[in-house]
């Protein structure tokens, strides 16, 4: 019996990287999947690349940093798939400045500002934004990585 197959994942930074790979993983295990990205022509086409396999997933342009798109992405995944299975905070950066190389305290704060802003904050967001949610369809969370319940 396949503990994925008909569930609905939400993985944040889904449109490269990490998030992507996620994505395309979860859908090869018949997920449902949405996938939430703030590049919007990034997420666009890696939306179409699992289409092109016929994954079920849906994109939503998202902003981690913004408590009420974080909200709408919420609202947008259960209106579209119901409960939600598995939340994947993924949304990630290196650098604000984009200075590769740079050492880490010559960072501006306002870049260290951002990075936490991303980094952690956006997972906090994300966890707001999601977990009401899950207790009120009756669903146990887990301590697994991939915390299916």
């Known amino acids: 019996m396949d503990i994925l197959s008909g569930k609905t994942a939400v993985v944040t930074g ?3 990287g990490i998030g ?3 994505s395309s993983a979860l859908s090869d ?7 939430a990205d703030i590049e919007e022509r990034a997420l666009d086409c890696a939306v179409a690349e699992l289409r092109s396999r016929h994954a079920d997933v849906i994109g939503v342009l998202t902003n981690v940093m913004s408590d009420e798109s974080d909200k709408d992405l919420e609202r947008v995944a259960t209106n ?5 299975h598995l939340l994947c905070n993924n949304a990630g950066i290196a650098s604000s400045s ?3 190389g740079m050492l880490i305290w010559e960072q501006s704060l306002e870049d260290w ?9 956006g ?4 966890l707001r934004a999601f977990v009401p949610s899950k207790i009120a369809h009756g669903q146990k969370g887990t301590g697994h990585s991939l915390g299916y319940g």
Request: overall charge positive; hydrophobic content about 60%; charged content about 5%.
């Open 113 to 121: 500002a951002w990075a936490l802003g991303v980094n952690f904050y």
């Open 14 to 16: 889904a449109a490269s």
């Open 20 to 22: 992507a790979a996620l």
């Open 29 to 35: 295990q018949g997920m449902h999947v949405v996938m």
């Open 123 to 126: 997972v906090l967001r994300g």
């Open 80 to 84: 579209r798939f119901g409960a939600i």
């Open 98 to 100: 984009g200075h590769l």
